[in-house]
């Protein structure tokens, strides 16, 4: 029997399908489709203008309220549009930030000029982020930065480093963890700042990973001056506002866009996506035989499918308890090192799958789907890194979760 609201759904369905068909760009989803290179200014000003786009259609931006450029749909409703993308694939948002990790603490913590100022130009797709926590000395132990803010009038000057910047180099703003209280216990001498990339006493420059991107750099500041007006949150609270950032960075933007939706947002969306992963095998022979019809191969790639479901209900489940006004709380940590592991998983399989095609990378001719399966094994490895290493998370859910001794 067929409700009128599963008639609704499938009638937004079909809506999402027709939307992307006309908006996707030219020949996607095709061989002969060639994505802009990564990390390039191509792909920065593409996902800037898709999300664009798709804030226009009113396919993003779920989570935030109204008054702050946020559009609201029945979950329902997210679910099925998030679906859609993640079955088409599509292009992935600007090199940002700012839905992932900027917007949730701002939307905590900031005052009321300060949300409508940032905002919706980040839901937008119209101002690009990044994120400046990790120091030299300070990677898991963030509490120890180093970069200083001193108190100057209506001004902060910031002396400095960060590294392992991601998304830093088209970024517009940033976020900034600094101490500004050399006196201070750990935890209380730090404050939240938002700081624009085009003031002077700033510099920033590319590091070089694995995969052969910079998708991460260093900044420096020297004497950087931010005005005061742009401190998130009360002074010496810092360390509150940036495990806001964490925790809805960890839960891959669950929290906000619901099902895992912001990861949507910046380009992950294959990770929602298993159906890919099943044509892939389908379409590859190993002896003559498509990878498909072995047992063992077909096993793995349901093990995997399953697992996605579970990553996208954890996803709703955290939204759920968002919009409940809820605070995020540990299981973050949980959502964050399940994504991460299962993506490593995910690559090893694809890998395995590919067999010797495993060796052509992004620029060969021979390369399958132009390299991308590749890519995304090599970008996995940082997967258990980011946002808190593995262990870190561990240790959250061994303490907090399980109430076991440190
Ligand atoms: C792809 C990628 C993107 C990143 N993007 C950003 C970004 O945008 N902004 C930003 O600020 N940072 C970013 N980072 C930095 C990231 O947050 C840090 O690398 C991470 O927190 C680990 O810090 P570290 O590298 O200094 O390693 P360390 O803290 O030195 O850790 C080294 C090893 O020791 C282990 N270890 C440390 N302490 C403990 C402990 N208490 N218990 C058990 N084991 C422990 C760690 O798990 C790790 O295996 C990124 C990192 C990667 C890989």
């Known amino acids: 029997m067929t409700t009128e609201k599963s008639e609704n759904l499938d009638a937004l369905r079909r809506e ?17 489709y060639k994505p802009p290179p990564s990390y390039s200014r191509e792909q920065h000003e593409q996902g800037k203008e898709w999300t664009r786009k798709l804030y226009d259609a009113g396919y993003t931006g779920f989570g935030y309220p109204k008054e702050y450029g946020g559009i609201e749909r029945p979950r329902a409703e997210i679910a099925v549009i998030r679906e859609e993308l993640g079955r ?3 292009p992935g948002g600007p090199l940002s930030l700012g839905m992932l990790v900027a ?22 797709g119209e101002e690009s982020w990044c994120e400046g926590f990790s120091e030299p000395d300070a990677g898991s132990d963030l509490a120890n930065v180093q970069t200083t803010a001193k108190r100057d009038g209506d001004e902060w000057v910031v002396n400095g480093q960060k590294c392992w910047t991601s998304m830093w180099e088209f970024a517009d703003w940033s976020l900034l963890v600094a101490k500004t209280d ?3 216990p ?5 404050t939240y700042f938002v700081f624009s990339t085009d003031i002077p006493g700033f510099s920033r420059r590319p590091l070089r990973q694995m995969s052969g991107e910079s998708e991460f750099g260093e900044m420096f500041f020297d004497d950087m001056r931010i005005p005061h007006e742009n401190m998130i949150g009360e002074e010496g609270r810092g360390w509150y506002v940036a495990m806001t950032a964490l925790m809805a960075e960890r839960s891959g933007g669950g929290g906000f866009e619901g099902a895992g939706g912001a990861l949507a947002g910046i380009g992950m969306e294959g990770l929602l996506d298993a159906d890919s992963l099943v044509n892939l095998a389908k379409n590859t022979k190993h002896y003559g035989k498509s990878v498909w019809e072995d047992e063992a191969f077909r096993q793995r790639i349901v093990q995997i499918a399953i697992e996605t479901q579970a990553m996208r209900w954890s996803g709703t489940r955290m939204a ?5 006004g809820l605070p995020l709380g540990n299981e973050a940590s949980v959502f964050k090192n399940f994504q991460a592991e299962m993506r490593q998983r995910r690559g090893d399989l694809t890998m395995e799958i590919l ?17 991308t399966w590749v890519y995304d094994m090599l970008r996995s490895r940082g997967a258990t890194i980011e946002m808190g290493t593995s262990e870190i998370n561990r240790n959250i859910i061994a303490e907090r979760i399980l109430g076991l001794p440190r």
Do not use: C, D, F
């Not at 999402?16 to 002969?32: D, F, H, I, Q, Y």
């Not at 917007?103 to 937008?124: D, G, M, V």
């Open 16 to 32: 999402v399908r027709s939307w992307l068909r006309a908006n996707l760009p030219k020949g996607w989803g095709t061989p002969e």
């Open 355 to 371: 067999g010797a095609y495993s060796q052509m990378v992004r620029g060969s001719s021979r390369a399958v789907s132009n390299g």
């Open 320 to 324: 759920a308890k968002m919009r409940k």
């Open 103 to 124: 917007a949730p603490a701002i939307l905590a913590h900031a005052n009321e000029e300060q949300k409508k100022r940032y905002i919706p130009r980040i839901l937008r």
């Open 88 to 90: 088409t694939g599509t």
């Open 182 to 184: 050399l006196e201070a």
């Open 186 to 190: 750990r935890h209380r001498n730090m």
